[in-house]
């Protein structure tokens, strides 16, 4: 069941040519329209709906716009030709600190697809020479392409959509 799979047990190995960084690209590209699929015409009560110390459908998107305060200055740093990315919140606080459950749905869509969309320009202004950049990612502790940076956030909106998907299917 994806709900008991923990993105931080996620081993990865980085191996995808530099010639599959527009694939990731359009990959990040086309999350907003499958969340957007997903969740549509799901009852607030659903949405809401998570067992304890489990995250809601609401506050599971909640914690995707989040990330993009993590995603958006590790791009700077592969800009900059950082040799170590920024690390991230590994207790997640703001996720959980944040009340995800009181925002419409609608909010918080138009938030997720503004940010991505976003993300998704910010990857285009690289050049494909630019998809081998490399640095050090802290919490792996190896380095990490640019592309593979795409790849991995790729992974981590498919792991938490695959986690909505349970919960739906768990409380409608």
Not at 107 to 125: I, M, T
């Amino acid at each position: 069941m994806p709900n008991d799979i923990i993105w931080f047990d996620r081993k990865f190995e980085f191996n995808l040519p530099p010639e599959m960084f527009a694939v990731e690209i359009e990959r990040l590209r086309g999350t907003p329209a499958r969340l957007e699929e997903k969740v549509a015409n799901i009852p607030n009560d659903v949405l809401i709906q998570s067992e304890e110390k489990k995250w809601s459908v609401k506050q599971t998107i909640g914690h995707l716009i989040i990330c993009f305060d993590l995603w958006e200055p590790r791009l700077v740093d592969f800009k900059n030709r950082e040799k170590e990315l920024h690390p991230a919140d590994l207790n997640n606080t703001k996720s959980k600190e944040t009340n995800f459950n009181v925002q419409s749905l609608d909010d918080l869509l138009k938030q997720f697809r503004a940010k991505q969309e976003n993300l998704v320009l910010q990857f285009e202004s690289f050049s494909d020479e630019d998809a081998s950049l490399s640095a050090f990612h802290p919490r792996l502790q190896k380095p990490m392409r640019l592309i593979d940076l795409a790849y991995f956030i790729a992974e981590h909106d498919d792991h938490h959509l695959a986690i909505i998907t349970d919960l739906i299917r768990k409380y409608s």
